[in-house]
């Protein structure tokens, strides 16, 4: 579904993103994992069309990104670690808006959003302004907003930030739910819980660079630490000492 060849991107002298490759089958939930400036939210970026590449090839869905963006963002939803929402709109107007982006027309289209709305349970809050909204009742309607076209791919960043117990268990039922239904996800996140929870597959950058990608299982064989918590796989596997801890002088 998702194909990355030697994806490459530059700002000036500084590689953010080195020559990385992966493939993403249908249906799976990919984990991108790295420390902060590891190059994840560049990635990322590229693969929704909003970075152009300094090299390299992005094919979605068997399509190229660089010779048919509209035609792949169609078959995309994207949603970025800090999504821009209109808040003198309601929640309603603006995955209305949402839809007249995608061109969604008729009947269905009002029962799309209908059913988005409720899946998310933002229902009851469908015609209030989103200015009035909490930080995770905007992260779950930027994802209802990214779904309501039925895409075929999934490309999210963080995102669990800013929600509560409650909403992150919400929002886990519908990822592993939207995975049984076929749609292909590719998630960056810190939060390593959750990543050993959902993904299929996880690749690790760092410093540009895909260190190594596998399952949980395969990671851990690679760190040499089988019975580990994904934590300390994370963390030899980007460098840290050796047993998964920073060694930190005090003195």
């Known amino acids: 579904m998702i194909h ?3 994806l490459t991107k530059r700002f000036q002298q500084v590689r953010a993103v ?3 490759t992966f493939h993403v089958a249908p249906g799976e939930i990919y984990g991108f994992l790295g420390p902060n400036g590891a190059g994840k939210t560049t990635t990322i970026k590229m693969l929704a069309g909003v970075l152009r590449p300094t ?11 660089e010779k048919e963006p509209i035609e792949v963002k169609r078959r995309v939803g994207f949603i970025p670690d800090r999504p821009f929402l ?3 709109l309601t929640g309603l107007e603006f995955m209305s808006f949402m839809a007249d982006l995608y061109r969604l027309n008729g009947q269905s289209r009002d029962e799309r959003i209908q059913r988005f709305l409720e899946l998310f349970e933002l229902a009851e809050w469908a015609r209030e302004l989103v200015g009035s909204y909490s930080h995770g009742m905007r992260q779950r309607l930027i994802m209802s907003a990214a779904l309501l ?6 490309i999210v960043d963080e995102p669990m930030v800013g929600l509560d117990p409650r909403g992150a268990r919400l929002v886990k039922s ?14 960056s996140t810190h939060t390593l819980a959750i990543a ?25 064989e690679l760190a040499g630490q089988e019975d580990s918590p994904l934590e300390s796989v994370f963390l030899r596997l980007t460098g840290a000492g050796p047993d998964g801890e920073e060694e ?4």
């Open 55 to 65: 090299a390299g090839r992005i094919v979605i869905d068997g399509l190229d990104l």
């Open 248 to 251: 930190i002088d005090f003195l």
């Open 196 to 220: 050993e929870e959902l993904c299929d597959r996880i690749g690790i950058i760092h410093k540009g660079r895909l260190l190594v990608e596998g399952t949980t299982a395969e990671l851990r």
């Open 86 to 88: 209109y808040e003198k």
């Open 18 to 20: 080195d020559g990385v």
């Open 4 to 6: 990355v060849e030697n």
């Open 149 to 154: 076209h039925g895409p075929r791919a999934l």
């Open 174 to 187: 519908i990822f592993k739910k939207l995975k049984r239904s076929g749609l292909t996800v590719f998630m």
